[in-house]
């Protein structure tokens, strides 16, 4: 790997029953801002699988209908406290700033995706067939557990550690090399 590890503590916590009441209110506040100009919002990541250990901050991502409407969606959230940050190296993904936990709401990351983008369909894929493959939602559970305590100070090590399990689903999925290749450089930033 070329890039330099980034030394930020890894906590993983049990499943909480709670995070899909977050991600409703969640969704609710950033929703009332821009309805008329996205498709929906879909809860994504750990967080959003029942039963499976995460890092307790809810993922979302917003759904646009084209890359072209990513200009008015940009205002929009701006308007409601969420600054743009720009794609962060993934091609597809833009990221928001959103508030700390507590402060505003639940600790979450908020993304913009166009419907049909690689970031979405990879989001939507590990979601959903975590939801529905209990063996491989243990597995992942167990995997993270084990990497956060081997890792506990570094994300970079402990995102690193997950990509082969994740692209195993990917595979599965009909996910092509191509693909898979830009989903592990995405994971790699």
Request: hydrophobic share 40%; aromatic share 6%; proline share 5%.
């Amino acid at each position: 790997m070329s890039r330099q590890s980034v030394r930020r503590p890894v906590h993983i916590a049990e499943y909480d029953k709670d995070w899909p009441r977050h991600f409703e209110q969640l969704r609710a506040r950033i929703w009332a801002g821009v309805s008329d100009v996205a498709v929906r919002i879909e809860h994504v990541g750990s967080t959003s699988v029942p039963g499976l250990a995460a890092k307790p901050v809810i993922d979302l991502d917003l759904v646009i209908g084209s890359p072209n409407d990513l200009s008015q969606v940009v205002a929009r959230l701006a308007g409601i406290g969420y600054p743009h940050l720009g794609d962060l190296g993934i091609e597809g993904r833009e990221a928001f700033a959103a508030a700390v936990d507590g402060v505003d709401g639940p600790a979450h990351n908020l993304y913009v995706c166009a419907a049909g983008s690689l970031p979405l369909r990879n989001h939507l894929t590990i979601r959903d067939h975590l939801r529905n493959h209990a063996p491989d939602r243990a597995t992942y559970s167990d995997l993270k557990k084990r990497l956060a305590a081997e890792h506990s100070n570094d994300i970079d090590a402990y995102v690193e550690g997950k990509t082969e399990f994740l692209m195993g689903i990917l595979v599965r999925h009909g996910f092509s090399r191509d693909d898979r290749n830009a989903v592990r450089r995405a994971n790699q930033r």
